[in-house]
């Protein structure tokens, strides 16, 4: 599904800090690095911070006062039990976490099992409803937007949206490919079409401003980033403040013409 990208996008910076989960859930970073990330959600009023379970408290603590909520990445890759994914989340909201993003079955997608796919996303989504009357929310994630087909990603969308889920987490990872990419950007606006808005997808692996307001501008409410500082710095050396200002997009950020050829 085609989404022309606007010439121009009219935000604040309160609209681009309220797009971003910072993303601090790397298996390797230290205390100190989620810290320093914690720090830079509090300075710019971030929508939501991305974390490994054990770093929720941590997370809480030194967010208390702000607008960021805490969001929990319980069963990274997809591949655990079902029982144990359910267990996690079910603690991670009893730790407080206002959002738990659960890394689905991608062997069992692949292998065409969908009953087990809904039956997971459906048994967590319960649980964590249950345990925080409605408060916390259930999202899903699947890596990079080629781990599933278009219509897997189709059927899997149907999953979320009978089952509740509040929003779908893609990886776009980018290349010097302009085709490739062109075709990965072409899948998500097809995801978010066949959404209708009933799950937000929140397009992970973003690097940039520009990146940011294009998929801003093409209807994409959320992104995920580990560059949070860099697009917010950027945002105020061009002039972004409190006050709503247009702000020019350079250039299309991929090739209609040659899409459908290569898909």
Not at 169 to 180: F, G, Q
Request: hydrophobic letters at 40%; glycine letters at 8%; a neutral charge.
């Amino acid at each position: 599904m085609t989404t022309p990208i606007p010439q121009v996008i009219s935000v604040n910076l309160q609209d681009i800090a309220q797009t971003i989960t910072h993303d601090l859930s790397h298996p390797t970073i230290s205390d100190e690095e989620v810290l320093a990330g914690l720090q830079i959600c509090r300075k710019y009023s971030i929508a939501a911070v991305i974390v490994k379970p054990y770093h929720i408290l941590y997370a809480l603590k030194h967010l208390e006062g702000t607008i960021t909520k805490v969001s929990a990445l319980v069963g990274p890759g997809g591949g655990g039990m079902s029982e144990v994914k359910v267990f996690e989340a079910q603690r991670a909201v009893e730790e407080g976490a206002h959002e738990v993003e659960m890394g689905v079955n991608l062997g069992r997608a692949k292998s065409g099992k969908w009953i087990f796919v809904a039956y997971e996303v459906n048994k967590l989504e319960r649980r964590v409803r249950e345990r925080t009357s409605g408060k916390a929310v259930v999202g899903v994630g699947v890596g990079d937007s080629e781990n599933l087909s278009t219509d897997e990603f189709i059927k899997l969308c149907d999953i979320c949206s009978e089952a509740g889920i509040k929003f779908l987490s893609v990886l776009r990872e980018r290349t010097s490919n302009a085709i490739a990419d062109s075709i990965k950007m072409e899948k998500l606006n097809s995801i978010k079409y066949h959404l209708k808005g009933l799950v937000t997808v929140k397009v992970d692996g973003v690097r940039t401003l520009d990146e940011l307001l294009k998929l801003k501008a093409t209807g994409f409410s959320r992104v995920g980033t580990r560059e949070t500082e860099n697009i917010m710095k950027k945002a105020i050396e061009k002039g972004i403040g409190k006050e709503r200002v247009e702000v020019k997009l350079d250039g299309v950020d991929y090739d209609h013409e040659n899409i459908r050829e290569k898909m």
